[in-house]
């Protein structure tokens, strides 16, 4: 359904170095930066893009927005959460560990990015 998920930052290279390291941590490459100074991640056949808002206002975040990032395990998820936390962004919710939801069991993790984005790293436990 979605071509690709981008979010406001009021400082690309703080972001850089946050979504590196996010990317990096669950097998993604650095983003690369394009010549409007957007930042362009690509892995497991989505796009996130990171880029200072079009209309010159400060960026902000989205109230009651969550992005959620596939996530192969909970090695993954946890590896996400640390490079998180280890590069600027501040855990959020619960810590890390299963959740019952709607659609069955789930091993979440949450962030706020550099600028307030809300990040949640998800993998759906198979059903027994």
């Known amino acids: 359904m979605f071509s690709h998920v981008m979010v406001g930052s009021n400082d690309i ?5 946050f979504y590196d390291a996010l990317f990096v941590a669950i097998g993604g490459q650095p983003g690369v930066e394009d010549a409007r100074g957007r930042l362009a991640y690509a892995h497991n056949g989505g796009r996130f893009m990171v880029s200072k808002p079009i209309d010159g206002k400060p960026a902000n975040h989205a109230n009651g927005g969550t992005i959620g990032i596939s ?4 090695g993954q998820v946890e590896a996400w959460h640390k490079a998180g936390l280890a590069n600027g962004g501040k855990t959020i919710e619960d810590p890390p560990g299963v959740r019952q939801g709607a659609a069955g069991q789930m091993y979440l993790a949450y962030l706020r990015d550099p600028d307030g984005n809300k990040l949640c790293a998800l993998h759906r436990i198979p059903a027994a």
């Open 13 to 17: 290279a703080r972001s850089k170095k």
């Open 71 to 74: 996530m192969s395990g909970p």
